[in-house]
């Protein structure tokens, strides 16, 4: 019971670990560099606050040709 068990997790690991190796070596796979969302002045210091719902500005620039879509972004 216990050795089928066993060769159970084994091939599971290696099917995951086939799966990953795919989807990072297969063209268009990964994180290619230049597309991403980045995020500027995010070492802000923002002094001491009072307790509250406070407005924070982030600059976000997107280093890729295809739109991105930021959730959370109130839209105007």
Do not use: Y
Request: proline fraction near 5%; include cysteine; aromatic fraction near 6%.
């Amino acid at each position: 019971m216990f050795a089928k068990a066993a060769w159970l997790c084994v091939l599971a690991t290696a099917g995951l670990l086939v799966w990953g190796a795919i989807g990072l070596f297969a063209p268009g796979g990964g994180q290619e560099k230049g597309n991403a969302l980045i995020g500027e002045e995010t070492e802000r210091d923002l002094g001491q606050q009072p307790v509250g719902t406070h407005v924070v500005e982030l600059r976000v620039r997107n280093t890729s040709r295809q739109p991105r879509r930021i959730l959370g972004l109130p839209d105007g």
